[in-house]
């Protein structure tokens, strides 16, 4: 059972354009939602994380939204530039940040100049 | 060190040797995670450490699998008689243990069974 549902598997977007992404999640228990951006040969590197009692948070470009009646969330990126060009995952643990993360199976971005 | 390093970052062996796989964390974190990441995949839980206490290692999926963080510095993840399925990237994740801080992630060891 996948305990979270990352969509779309890939993106394209043109350079300037909002790239969104959706994660949904199973367990009410989860009470830390992070999203992770990864680079070819490097690890995940932390973008954004959000608590269930907010329902957005945003930090530069990067924004959450937080639905928590239809247990889903999502990442949108303004401005997407070329740079950004990565794969993206949402993830979701009890505990807050010390518990261990379930990741969805990654987005990968692509945005075009 | 300024980040979570990791060692060696490639590694090749054949099916049936053991290998270990280092992590060294941020200086003063006392949590540390093991996950492992197949091809195209997100990272899957391995085990969690607080200091040497090795408090879940729920996600291990073998016991050919085995993980220590002895002085509750370095950590070793040792997985004896590989076989081909143990191919993947091994991750290592620091953080503190105080409120909202984020696990951080070392750039891993690539793991090659033949």
């Known amino acids: 059972q996948q305990q979270v549902k990352q969509s779309p598997q890939s993106l394209i977007v043109q350079k300037g354009g909002i790239s969104i992404i959706n994660c949904a999640y199973e367990?009410?228990?989860?009470?830390?939602f992070p999203w992770y951006q990864q680079f070819p040969g490097k690890g995940p590197a932390l973008l954004i994380a959000?608590?269930?009692?907010?329902s957005e948070k945003k930090e530069g470009r990067f924004t959450i939204s937080f639905n928590k009646s239809a247990k889903q969330f999502s990442l949108h990126i303004m401005d997407s530039q070329p740079g950004d060009s990565a794969t993206y995952f949402c993830?979701?643990?009890?505990?807050?940040?010390?518990?261990?993360?379930?990741f969805g199976k990654g987005t990968k971005l692509s945005v075009k100049p | 060190g300024a980040g979570v390093s990791q060692s060696p970052r490639y590694k090749v062996a054949k099916r049936g040797q053991d290998v270990a796989l280092r992590c060294d964390p941020i200086?003063?974190?006392?949590?540390l995670f093991w996950y492992q990441q197949a091809l195209g995949q997100g990272p899957e839980f391995l085990t969690y450490?607080?200091?040497?206490?090795?408090?879940?290692k729920s996600g291990l999926p073998s016991d050919r699998f085995f993980a220590e963080r002895p002085e509750g510095s370095v950590s070793t993840l040792k997985i004896q008689r590989t076989q081909q399925e143990d191919s993947a990237v091994y991750l290592c994740?620091?953080?503190?243990?105080?409120?909202?801080?984020?696990?951080?992630f070392g750039d891993g060891t690539r793991l090659s069974i033949l």
């Open positions: 994740a620091s953080s503190t243990a105080d409120g909202d801080q984020p696990q951080h």
């Open positions: 367990n009410t228990a989860f009470d830390y």
């Open positions: 959000i608590r269930p009692d907010v």
């Open positions: 993830a979701a643990s009890k505990g807050g940040s010390q518990g261990n993360l379930i």
């Open positions: 200086s003063g974190h006392v949590s």
């Open positions: 450490f607080q200091n040497e206490a090795q408090l879940d």
